[in-house]
């Protein structure tokens, strides 16, 4: 498994700056992408100052959109990086999404052992149940976002025969394989749904296999807070000294999200 890194980046660019030198630190041997989704008259400001530390450096043709789409619809700035150029760079098969504010301090391919060739993985990956489904924003009943919910659903059963109960996730950290990519390519309508239920769903619908392992993301868990696990997708900063316990272990988290500060490069 060749697996590059997409560090995927549109604010706070010392922030970035930082967290890249740290993932590339600890991930010496993975080539690293950028994807640039800010504004687009910034663009060469990020550039000058990341691109010593990146392989390449991509600009989204989406970076024009409005915040909310590509906060809803990040999964088209993704694969508008395949199509215009991820598809053309060499040496990697599969390719491990890291976000600006998540900071990563250890190897990835030791946080994911065992994960094979053709396999992607989405963080927080499960059954869309009821009580999901009644607690969150993207479903829950008197929600704006439930139109787009119910009309999804129509359109998989539709266009697919899919019957089952669709999966969710929360879209903080992923590897995605150039399988995915090619099946993803496929999808004619891309904006119906929202990435953290339709991309892990379209992804048992084209079968492709799912690595499981519990990075310590937060899903509606009533005994932790925010802030007291390793992952979590609200603006709710990862606390120093949780990161600073984990760092202790020896088989302890290396992955965290949100980070908004910069850390001691040693």
């Keep these: 498994m060749k697996l590059a890194i997409l560090f995927w980046f549109y604010k706070e660019p010392e922030i970035c700056l930082n967290h890249l030198k740290l993932l590339k630190k600890h991930n010496p041997n993975s080539k690293i992408f950028g994807l640039y989704g800010g504004a687009k008259e910034d663009a060469g400001k990020y ?104 009309n999804f659903q129509k359109h998989i059963k539709n266009e697919y025969n899919y019957k089952n109960k669709l999966l969710c996730s929360l879209f903080i950290f992923q590897v995605f394989s150039k399988n995915f990519f090619d099946k993803w390519l496929t999808v004619e309508d891309k904006e119906l749904g929202m990435l953290e239920y339709k991309i ?33 997708a609200a603006e709710k900063e990862i606390p120093e000294n949780f990161i600073q316990t984990e760092l202790d272990k020896k088989d302890g988290f290396r992955i965290f999200h949100p980070y908004f500060k910069e850390w001691d490069i040693k």
């Design 47 to 150: 550039k000058k100052k990341l691109n010593d530390y990146l392989d390449d450096f991509h600009v989204s043709k989406l970076c024009d959109k409005p915040r909310d789409y590509k906060w809803i619809h990040g999964d088209l700035m993704l694969l508008d990086w395949y199509q215009d150029r991820g598809i053309s760079l060499t040496d990697w098969d599969s390719v491990a999404v890291v976000q600006w504010d998540a900071l990563i301090l250890g190897d990835i391919k030791k946080q994911l052992p065992g994960i094979k060739k053709g396999e992607i993985f989405i963080s927080g990956t499960r059954i869309l149940n009821n009580y999901i489904e009644e607690k969150w924003n993207w479903t829950k009943k008197g929600s704006k976002e439930r139109i787009n919910y119910l």
């Design 200 to 232: 892990p769903t379209y992804a048992k619908i084209f079968n492709i296999p799912m690595y499981k392992k519990d990075l310590g993301v937060w899903w509606f868990n009533k005994k932790t807070r925010r802030g007291e696990t390793p992952l979590n």
